[in-house]
């Protein structure tokens, strides 16, 4: 055993905040701080010519131009780019990203952007079409979870409402602070905690830093859904809400939702159903006779739903539904300003003005493609699926995580999941990788469904295997940065990692 592995091992045994204390001392060292930064200047080098591939090929810009370019010029520059850029997700290489992608369906969005180009919701009075468009997708969206029989003999302001956001991450993030805000206003709380699986997105983290939550993670059971009893064991006198997925981002399995709500709404508490993935695709698949516990507004713990119209939604990308069991719960979210010198100001979602095109853009794709369209690509979605789980539990040293529908997450007890990874992406595919166990997910969309992707992706990933089995040494290119990220103790030399990173997109 090397001696870095060693250490890790070792340091897993040591509580995470003496491992933090200790990190703090180290990074003060200047030998260790200039070996550090040496080592992350040289990987994030490696890095930076897959990021700017454009460098040298188009123009490139610190300032404003003197005189304007030509139009023409524009769109033949932007027309080049997408032109290298197009063919690995139209072809279906790609987990997840483009989840429809058909180029009637991407024609029509773009018709109905260009006509709404200039609409903005915060102007009700010259838009109203821009509220009656975000008015209806909520609505369409509520039904499809639930809403009738949540709303049935119960006042209209009982009702199940919401608002559109931004995308699934400012989603979580106003519920997060919706939960916040109620909790302090109706329980006196004023140290809230939530509490999630470790499989839950992290944008909750993000949400949590942002509006000062303490997050409260929790393990995941052995079929990587969310272990009931250990949350119950987590809920305190400050919780304000409890988080389940359905499904899950990294393994694509059902948290246990109507366990996990009853502890909530037992104890007063919110529940979050986080469907960003699954809001448009459980509901048909249900109705296809897959297995689909129940996760919506059907349940009466479940108070808040997030649901991404831009994934599976078929929408442009830029938008997301969140939904409330009653106006009282949604109210918390809003903001309004009475004593500005400029009037009066309110807006529902963080943003003040909202591209009121990709609203209506998500309101023209849901009433497009209807009930009976949704039914059909979630078909062809899942029975695809169902050939590449085949397929994979077929392939000696290889497992399927869990019990998942169309998120399919696999690993390998013999080699090295990330060099497996690494010979994928040399034949093309873009998949994610995962951390704790080690894995590699595909999310099947439309593009998958296409003749021939389910059998490509099962023929490279059995080369891939007897590549990697062929040669196990050969560290690859992304293997040694994803086996880093995921093993290292030190969690703070992998995030600022991170932002270094982060620093490069921004390198023009």
Same mark, same amino acid.
């Given at each position: 055993?090397?001696?870095?592995?060693?250490?890790?091992?070792?340091?897993?045994?040591?509580?995470?905040?003496?491992?933090?204390?200790?990190?703090?001392?180290?990074?003060?060292?200047?030998?260790?701080?200039?070996?550090? +930064?040496?080592?992350?200047?040289?990987?994030?080098?490696?890095?930076? #010519?897959?990021?700017?591939?454009?460098?040298?090929?188009?123009?490139?810009?610190?300032?404003?131009?003197?005189?304007?370019? /030509?139009?023409?010029?524009?769109?033949?520059?932007?027309?080049?780019?997408?032109? =290298?850029?197009?063919?690995?997700?139209?072809?279906?290489?790609?987990?997840?990203?483009?989840?429809?992608?058909?180029?009637?369906?991407?024609?029509?969005?773009?018709? %109905?952007?260009?006509?709404?180009?200039?609409?903005?919701?915060?102007?009700?009075?010259?838009? /109203?079409?821009?509220?009656?468009?975000?008015?209806?997708?909520?609505?369409?969206?509520?039904?499809?979870?639930?809403?009738?029989?949540?709303?049935? #003999?119960?006042?209209?302001?009982?009702?199940?409402?919401?608002?559109?956001?931004?995308?699934?991450?400012?989603?979580?993030?106003?519920?997060?602070?919706?939960?916040?805000?109620?909790?302090?206003?109706?329980?006196?709380?004023?140290?809230?905690?939530?509490?999630?699986?470790?499989?839950?997105?992290?944008?909750?983290?993000?949400?949590?830093?942002?509006?000062?939550? =303490?997050?409260?993670?929790?393990?995941?059971?052995?079929?990587?859904?969310?272990?009931?009893?250990?949350?119950?064991?987590?809920?305190? =006198?400050?919780?304000?809400?409890?988080?389940?997925?359905?499904?899950?981002?990294?393994?694509?399995?059902?948290?246990?939702?109507?366990?996990?709500?009853?502890?909530?709404?037992?104890?007063?508490?919110?529940?979050?159903?986080?469907?960003?993935?699954?809001?448009?695709?459980?509901?048909?698949?249900?109705?296809?006779?897959?297995?689909? /516990?129940?996760?919506?507004?059907?349940?009466?713990?479940?108070?808040?739903?997030?649901?991404?119209?831009?994934?599976?939604?078929? +929408?442009?990308?830029?938008?997301? %539904?969140?939904?409330?069991?009653?106006?009282?719960?949604?109210?918390?979210?809003?903001?309004? @300003?009475?004593?500005?010198? #400029?009037?009066?100001?309110?807006?529902?979602?963080? @943003?003040?003005?909202?591209?009121?095109?990709?609203?209506?853009?998500?309101?023209?794709?849901?009433?497009?493609?209807?009930? +009976?369209?949704?039914?059909?690509?979630?078909?062809?979605?899942?029975?695809?699926?169902?050939?590449?789980? !085949?397929?994979?539990?077929?392939?000696?040293?290889?497992?399927?995580?869990?019990?998942?529908?169309?998120?399919?997450?696999?690993?390998?007890?013999?080699?090295?999941?990330?060099?497996?990874?690494?010979?994928?992406?040399?034949?093309?595919?873009?998949?994610?990788?995962?951390?704790?166990?080690? +894995?590699?997910?595909?999310?099947?969309?439309?593009?998958?469904?296409?003749?021939?992707?389910?059998?490509?992706?099962?023929?490279?990933?059995?080369?891939?295997?007897?590549?990697?089995?062929?040669?196990?040494?050969?560290? #690859?290119?992304?293997?040694?940065?994803?086996?880093?990220?995921?093993?290292?103790?030190? !969690?703070?030399?992998?995030?600022?990692?991170?932002?270094?990173?982060?620093?490069?997109?921004?390198?023009?």
């Amino acid at each position: 055993m090397e001696i870095p592995e060693l250490g890790n091992r070792i340091l897993k045994h040591v509580p995470p905040r003496w491992i933090s204390v200790a990190e703090r001392y180290l990074q003060r060292v200047p030998m260790v701080r200039e070996r550090l +930064a040496k080592e992350t200047d040289a990987m994030l080098a490696e890095m930076e #010519g897959s990021l700017k591939p454009y460098r040298g090929q188009v123009s490139t810009h610190t300032r404003l131009p003197e005189q304007g370019r /030509p139009r023409e010029e524009v769109l033949r520059e932007m027309e080049q780019m997408n032109a =290298r850029e197009q063919d690995r997700w139209k072809e279906g290489y790609v987990s997840g990203a483009v989840y429809h992608g058909d180029s009637e369906h991407i024609d029509f969005l773009n018709r %109905v952007y260009a006509l709404n180009s200039q609409s903005n919701p915060l102007h009700t009075d010259l838009w /109203p079409s821009a509220t009656k468009f975000e008015a209806e997708v909520v609505a369409m969206t509520a039904h499809l979870l639930g809403a009738a029989e949540a709303n049935a #003999g119960r006042a209209p302001d009982e009702h199940i409402c919401g608002s559109l956001s931004s995308g699934g991450t400012e989603s979580i993030m106003l519920a997060t602070k919706t939960y916040r805000d109620y909790a302090r206003a109706e329980r006196g709380i004023e140290h809230p905690e939530m509490v999630a699986p470790a499989s839950a997105h992290p944008a909750f983290d993000k949400a949590a830093h942002y509006f000062g939550v =303490r997050m409260i993670r929790v393990p995941v059971a052995a079929d990587y859904r969310a272990d009931v009893q250990a949350t119950r064991k987590a809920l305190s =006198r400050n919780t304000v809400m409890v988080i389940g997925s359905a499904p899950s981002f990294p393994h694509g399995v059902i948290d246990p939702i109507e366990e996990l709500s009853e502890l909530a709404r037992e104890r007063g508490i919110g529940f979050h159903t986080d469907a960003c993935l699954g809001g448009f695709v459980l509901p048909w698949a249900r109705e296809l006779g897959y297995p689909v /516990p129940a996760f919506d507004f059907r349940l009466p713990g479940v108070t808040s739903i997030s649901a991404d119209t831009h994934k599976f939604g078929y +929408a442009a990308k830029g938008t997301s %539904v969140v939904l409330y069991r009653g106006t009282a719960l949604r109210s918390h979210q809003y903001f309004t @300003s009475t004593e500005w010198s #400029g009037g009066i100001y309110f807006s529902p979602t963080f @943003s003040g003005s909202r591209p009121g095109a990709l609203i209506a853009a998500a309101w023209a794709s849901l009433v497009s493609t209807g009930d +009976a369209g949704y039914r059909e690509a979630t078909r062809r979605i899942l029975e695809t699926a169902d050939v590449i789980k !085949r397929g994979i539990r077929a392939i000696p040293g290889l497992h399927v995580l869990g019990e998942p529908l169309f998120v399919i997450a696999f690993g390998s007890d013999s080699l090295n999941i990330y060099q497996v990874m690494d010979r994928l992406s040399e034949k093309g595919w873009n998949l994610n990788g995962l951390h704790k166990p080690p +894995a590699v997910h595909l999310c099947v969309t439309q593009r998958h469904t296409q003749p021939g992707v389910a059998e490509r992706f099962l023929a490279d990933l059995r080369a891939a295997v007897e590549e990697v089995r062929a040669n196990p040494n050969e560290k #690859g290119n992304m293997a040694p940065v994803y086996g880093m990220a995921g093993t290292v103790p030190f !969690r703070g030399l992998v995030s600022d990692l991170l932002k270094k990173y982060m620093d490069l997109i921004y390198k023009v």
